[in-house]
Nanobody, 114 residues
Framework: QVQLVESGGGLVQAGGSLRLSCAAS????????MAWYRQAPGKQREYVAR???????WYVSSVKGRFTISRDNARTTVYLQMNSLKPEDTAVYYC????????WGQGTQVTVSS
């Protein structure tokens, strides 16, 4: 079993920055990649960024150049550095294994005011 706990969200003005963290515990050796997702009110969950075990990253076009996904050496914590935030980035942000989805965590709320 893998447990995922997201943190670091908050309220920020447009143009500001936040750094989200995702701590994985349990059977973390079974995780090959990690991704960040977000879900805005009334919308479907959106795949935002991914980092593989080899360090290859991928971003959805709307965040490319503004967000950076990274992880610690133990590969138990994944980060999402979010810069130049826009009101449309407002959502609950979640992390998960994109290839073998685990039970979703509670997410962390990001609110960007205009």
């Amino acid at each position: 079993q893998v447990q995922l706990v997201e943190s670091g969200g908050g309220l920020v003005q447009a143009g500001g920055s936040l750094r989200l963290s995702c701590a994985a515990s349990g059977s973390t050796s079974s995780i090959s990649a990690m991704a960040w997702y977000r879900q805005a009110p009334g919308k479907q969950r959106e795949y935002v960024a991914r980092i593989t075990s080899g360090g290859t990253t991928w971003y959805v076009s709307s965040v490319k150049g503004r967000f950076t996904i990274s992880r610690d050496n133990a590969r138990t914590t994944v980060y999402l550095q979010m810069n130049s935030l826009k009101p449309e980035d407002t959502a609950v942000y979640y992390c998960n294994d994109p290839f073998t989805p685990r039970r979703w965590g509670q997410g962390t709320q990001v609110t960007v005011s205009s």
